[in-house]
C-alpha cells in the first residue's frame, strides 16, 4: 500500500509564497507522474501541475509562471513551490502519484488526504 502525505499548506497574503511538499511512503517500484491538484468551495478538482519521472512539467495556465513543481525521486517527495499567490489559488490541494508496485504491473492513482492554502487579500 502507498500513501502520500502532504505538508505545507496555511495562510498567507497575497503576493507571498508557500512550499508544499508530497512524501511517499510503502513498497513500490515507480511513481510517473506526480501530480498537484486543487479544489476551491463549490468548485471541481482541477489540474495544477504535472512532472514526470524524467523531469518533464505541466502546468495550469492560471498558475504558469508562478508555481514550480519538482521532484526528489530518491526521497520519493514532490514539492509545489507556489510564488505571487492570489486569493483565487485559495483551495485544498490534492497530491496525485501514478504508482507501479511492480516494474510490469498496471498503474493505480493515490491520492494525499490534501492541504489547506489560504490567501488573504
Known amino acids: 500500500q502507498v500513501q502520500l502525505v502532504e505538508s505545507g499548506g496555511g495562510l498567507v497574503q497575497a503576493g507571498g509564497s508557500l512550499r508544499l511538499s508530497c512524501a511517499a511512503s510503502g513498497s513500490f517500484f515507480s511513481i510517473n507522474p506526480m501530480g498537484w491538484y486543487r479544489q476551491a468551495p463549490g468548485k471541481q478538482r482541477e489540474l495544477v501541475a504535472t512532472?514526470?519521472?524524467?523531469?518533464?512539467?505541466n502546468y495550469a495556465d492560471s498558475v504558469k509562471g508562478r508555481f514550480t513543481i519538482s521532484m526528489d525521486n530518491a526521497k520519493n517527495t514532490g514539492y509545489l513551490q507556489m510564488n505571487s499567490l492570489r486569493p483565487e489559488d485559495t483551495a485544498v490541494y490534492y497530491c496525485n502519484a501514478n504508482v507501479r508496485q511492480f516494474p510490469y504491473s498496471p498503474p493505480r492513482d493515490y491520492w494525499g488526504q490534501g492541504t489547506q492554502v489560504t490567501v488573504s487579500s
Open positions: 512532472i514526470t519521472s524524467g523531469g518533464s512539467t
